[in-house]
């Protein structure tokens, strides 16, 4: 078999995600600055950084929720940047967001908040959706009996599960996760990072997550980008972490509030 010449074995394998020079302002907040990253389809990327340096609105730029001024945003080799609205749908339908905050629905029961791609994206009858629902909630360590409840009737952690699980309710083959394990206990964030390495594994999915959780980081990651004011400053195997010759990464992995970073916190 070949591949316009050459063997397949040999073939370059397309990025699942490939940013191109990336930027986005708001007003006069230059957010991201030329972003370029990669991200090789089946493998699970972490993104670390200061707060507030853009990894919310990185992540949120691929998913078309936040637009770029400039640059290039190609998912499976598509640009996705001045995309039909249709076509952006198409894409989006195959993207699960774990968001900051849950952003979960008051007004729906916990399960109908699951299954919510489902019936409104896949069409899917109520009572089916219904049943999945209770899959995912259950592999998020969620009994049954919450599907019925309110968001508001749970506890932080609790809503952070339901958000998770609907982020995979739709077997989507990209997730985003915005900070999965912050607000819980130590044995509940480790049933997240495992949830989230099954579904790269398991299910072959490319998973971009946001921590500030190293622990986490180095269970979930195959490879890791910083970004710093904008632009990734460094991207690596998650094994080079703690070897990567770059002062930034190595501040910000061992927490230490001295270092290049707080040095320029200190510039007026
Ligand atoms: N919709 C928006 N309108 C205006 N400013 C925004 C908007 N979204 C993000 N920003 C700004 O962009 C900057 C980066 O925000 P972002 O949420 O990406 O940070 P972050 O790196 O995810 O931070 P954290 O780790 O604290 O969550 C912030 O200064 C934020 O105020």
Same mark, same amino acid.
């Not at 900070?179 to 607000?183: A, F, K, L, V, W």
């Not at 398991?202 to 997550?209: E, F, K, V």
């Not at 921590?211 to 622990?215: E, G, N, V």
């Given at each position: ?6 063997p397949? *074995?040999m073939a370059?394998q397309t990025?699942?995600i490939?940013? #191109?020079? &990336?930027?986005k ?6 957010? $991201? ?8 389809a089946g493998?699970?990327?972490v993104v670390?950084?200061g ?6 609105v990185?992540? !949120? ?7 770029? *001024?400039k640059?290039?945003?190609r998912?499976d080799?598509r ?5 039909? +609205?249709?076509?952006?749908e ?8 774990l968001?900051q905050?849950g952003a979960?629905f008051?007004?729906?029961? &916990?399960w109908?908040n ?7 994206g896949k069409?899917?009858a109520?009572?089916? /959706?219904r049943?999945? /629902?209770v899959?995912k909630? @259950?592999?998020v360590? $969620?009994?049954?009996?919450?599907a /019925? $409840?309110?968001?508001s ?6 809503? !952070?599960r339901v ?7 739709? *077997?989507? %083959?990209?997730?985003?996760?915005d ?5 819980l206990?130590?044995?509940m964030a480790?049933?997240i990072n495992? $949830? ?5 594994q398991?299910?072959?999915?490319? @998973?971009?997550?946001i921590?500030? %959780?190293?622990?986490s ?6 490879? &890791?980008?910083m970004?710093?004011?904008g632009r990734?400053?460094?991207?690596g +195997?998650v094994?080079?972490?703690d070897?990567?010759? #770059?002062p930034y990464? %190595?501040?910000?992995?061992h927490?230490r509030? *001295?270092?290049?970073?707080?040095m320029?916190i200190?510039?007026p």
């Open positions: 078999m070949t591949d316009g010449g050459i397949s *074995d370059v990025p699942k490939a940013m #191109n020079d &990336v930027h302002s708001f007003g006069p907040k230059h957010v $991201l600055r030329g972003i370029d990253l990669t991200v090789d493998s699970s990327l670390i950084g707060s507030g340096t853009g990894k919310s990185l992540i !949120k730029s691929i998913l078309g929720i936040v637009h770029p *001024d640059g290039s945003i998912v080799g640009e996705t940047q001045g995309m039909s +609205a249709r076509d952006r198409d894409v989006m339908a195959g993207m699960g967001m968001f905050g979960l008051d007004s729906l029961p &916990v109908e699951v299954a919510f791609g489902l019936i409104q069409r899917m109520r009572r089916k /959706a049943e999945i /629902a899959e909630l @259950a592999l360590g $969620l009994g049954a009996d919450v /019925a $409840l309110a968001p009737e749970l506890s932080g952690g609790m809503q !952070k958000g998770l699980a609907r982020a995979i309710a739709t *077997d989507p %083959d990209i997730l985003f996760f900070e999965p394990t912050t607000g206990d130590p044995i480790d049933v495992d $949830l989230i390495r099954d579904q790269v398991r299910l072959g999915a490319t @998973a971009i997550t921590t500030h %959780d190293m622990a980081a180095r269970k979930i990651a195959d490879h &890791v980008a970004i710093h004011q990734i400053i460094w991207t +195997a094994e080079r972490i070897h990567s010759d #770059n990464v %190595d501040q910000f992995i927490g509030a *001295d270092g290049p970073i707080q320029e200190r510039r």
